[in-house]
């Protein structure tokens, strides 16, 4: 088993509607959670990053960490074609910015205009 | 130039030749990685330096895989005696590394064997 799971998908969406991405992991000793977005043939980008469990919000982004249940999402509120890309989480055991981290498979989210 | 530079861009090689995939951190950035990311798969950390620290290689797949840093800046990641599986993109990321610092990936290195 994977220390991180995340839906591959293909995730297609109309304009205007909101997306939800997730995943799972198994490891109680990640703290940090971050969501990067990876436009193609492009290197990732971080997007999002939350420490512990809550909610984190970054205009139409928002990141909710739920450690008793090792599930985290990203949800994008009025999705853009521009959003249209591979959305990697992340997750880092204590010092971010310090140590590697474990990445998810990614979701490649399409939205339709 | 302002972010991390990776080259080659793309890099297509006989099976069993060797190659060296550079990067450039972002000026004082003391952490650099290499994670590899093979398609449908997520990134698999391969190694990391740290300022002066022994490197952490223990994402490294095989003997035939190896990196440098010289001088706390440029790393190269050479691959010895390329097979096909090693077909991926080799994406170079670097730090200020400190706990909160944000890691900034390079675009990548695309390594196709034939």
């Known amino acids: 088993q994977k220390e991180v799971e995340q839906d591959p998908g293909p995730l297609s969406v109309p304009e205007g509607a909101i997306v939800s991405l997730n995943c799972t992991y198994s490891?109680?000793?990640?703290?940090?959670f971050m969501w990067y977005r990876q436009y193609s043939r492009k290197g990732p980008e971080l997007l999002m990053y939350t420490y512990s469990s809550g909610n984190k919000e970054d205009g139409r982004f928002t990141a909710q960490v739920d450690k008793s249940s090792k599930y985290i999402s990203l949800f994008i509120r009025d999705s853009q074609p521009s959003d249209s890309a591979t959305y990697l989480c992340?997750?880092?055991?204590?010092?971010?910015?310090?140590?590697?981290?474990?990445f998810g498979t990614g979701t490649r989210l399409t939205i339709i205009p | 130039g302002a972010g991390v530079s990776q080259s080659p861009s793309n890099k297509v090689t006989e099976k069993g030749k060797d190659v060296e995939l550079r990067c450039d951190p972002i000026s004082g950035h003391t952490a650099l990685y290499w994670y590899r990311q093979s398609l449908g798969q997520g990134l698999e950390f391969l190694i990391y330096f740290q300022g002066n620290s022994a490197p952490d290689k223990s994402g490294l797949p095989s003997d035939r895989f190896s990196a440098e840093r010289t001088g706390g800046s440029v790393s190269t990641l050479t691959i010895q005696r390329t097979q096909q599986e090693d077909s991926a993109v080799y994406l170079c990321?670097?730090?200020?590394?400190?706990?909160?610092?944000?890691?900034?990936f390079g675009e990548g290195s695309w390594l196709t064997v034939v």
């Open positions: 990321a670097s730090s200020l590394g400190n706990p909160g610092n944000t890691i900034y």
């Open positions: 490891n109680s000793a990640f703290q940090y």
């Open positions: 992340a997750m880092g055991k204590s010092n971010f910015g310090n140590e590697k981290l474990t």
